[in-house]
C-alpha cells in the first residue's frame, strides 16, 4: 500500500481566498504607483500640501472621523 504526501487540490473557498489576495495586492500595488508617481510631479516644495489636500479629501469621502483618526494612529504606529 502506497500513502502520499501530496497537499489535497485547493478548495473552491482557498481558491477565493487567494484571488482575494491576489486582488488585495494588485490594488496596494496600483495605489502605491498612483501615489508615487503624483509625489513626484508634486515636487518636493508641493508634497505635503499634497499629500494634505490628498488626505483631507480621502477622509471626507471615505471614512467616519473615528475610522480615520485610527488610520492615523496606525500610520504613526508604523511609520
Do not use: C, K, N, Y
Not at 13 to 30: G, K, L, S, T
Amino acid at each position: 500500500m502506497t500513502t502520499t504526501t501530496e497537499p489535497a487540490p485547493p478548495t473552491d473557498v482557498a481558491v477565493a481566498v487567494q484571488d482575494d489576495e491576489d486582488r488585495a495586492i494588485a490594488h496596494a500595488e496600483a495605489t502605491w504607483r498612483t501615489l508615487s508617481e503624483a509625489i513626484d510631479r508634486a515636487g518636493e516644495a508641493g508634497r505635503v500640501p499634497f499629500l494634505v489636500r490628498l488626505t483631507m479629501l480621502t477622509a471626507l469621502d471615505h471614512l467616519t472621523p473615528e475610522r480615520f483618526a485610527a488610520l492615523v494612529a496606525e500610520a504613526e504606529r508604523t511609520a
